[in-house]
């Protein structure tokens, strides 16, 4: 018997053979441990590239699953995360017998510590990445260097706020979030408001809205910009290792 993120009991009868993922930074990172065990995951879930390939069935949306197309898989547990999917449909599949796994993080040793959990909780090993990732980002939070702000969303502009992954991991590179005191984890804001909140860059990455070099850039005229990732400024998985490059 043991417990996920929040608290609930779940007992596994040996490892876990059959995974629907419902998160796509754990799919990620599901399918480089054992990769024909994920035989579900939403559409947002884009890495590893081959998942169609691979025969790994699409369950529609991370707010919207096909709970009908998640159970006819007859998985042996559904990983869910609190912030990306809603509890009605982690509650629902749990009423009709599914066994379902919820991560809850905030902080990028949170994200360590919760993979290290669920992964044992599976029987599965635990990869090289994860105690890579331990080492690179868990000690000491270094003084930054740089401040900056990070859109998620224009038509509302919303931001990066308090309490979330994203802002430890900014501040874990060495990079203060303007908005990392604000009252709400995502809060909207004011787009000039934003181009005169005082961060040294506004950094506006690929997800989860598409900020390209036409579209985002030209809408501030006092912060400069640069393009970013999403994938490594928003995932926990294999993608740690590969986020430290920012630094």
């Known amino acids: 018997m043991t417990v996920d993120d929040l608290g609930v009991a779940l007992d596994l009868a040996g490892p876990a053979r059959r995974v629907v993922s419902l998160v796509p930074s754990l799919t990620e990172a599901l399918v480089s441990v054992e990769p024909g065990a994920v035989v579900g995951a939403t559409d947002w879930c884009t890495h590893p590239a081959d998942l169609d390939e691979r025969g790994v069935t699409r369950v529609r949306g991370t707010k919207n699953p096909d709970l009908a197309a998640i159970r006819a898989l007859s998985p042996d547990l559904v990983v869910a995360n609190k912030e990306e999917n809603r509890e009605l449909d982690v509650r629902r599949l749990r009423e009709s017998g599914v066994a379902v796994w919820v991560t809850d993080i905030e902080t990028v040793p949170d994200s360590v510590a919760s993979m290290e959990r669920l992964l044992d909780a599976m029987g599965w090993s635990r990869p090289t990445w994860l105690a890579e990732a331990r080492d690179l980002w868990c000690g000491a939070v270094p003084a930054p260097t740089r401040s900056v702000a990070v859109p998620i969303w224009r038509d509302p502009w919303m ?13 874990r590179l060495g990079w203060r979030n303007v908005y990392a005191d604000h009252a709400e984890r995502y809060p909207a804001v004011d787009l000039a408001d ?26 501030f005229t006092l912060t400069p910009t640069e393009l970013v990732s999403g994938r490594l400024l928003t995932w926990y998985g294999p993608a740690l290792v590969e986020a430290a490059a920012l630094r």
């Open 159 to 171: 931001v990066v706020g308090a309490r979330t992954f994203t802002t430890d991991l900014l501040h």
């Open 194 to 219: 934003l181009d005169a909140a005082g961060a040294d860059v506004v950094l506006l990455p690929d997800e989860p809205y598409v900020f390209t070099a036409t579209d985002g850039p030209e809408a």
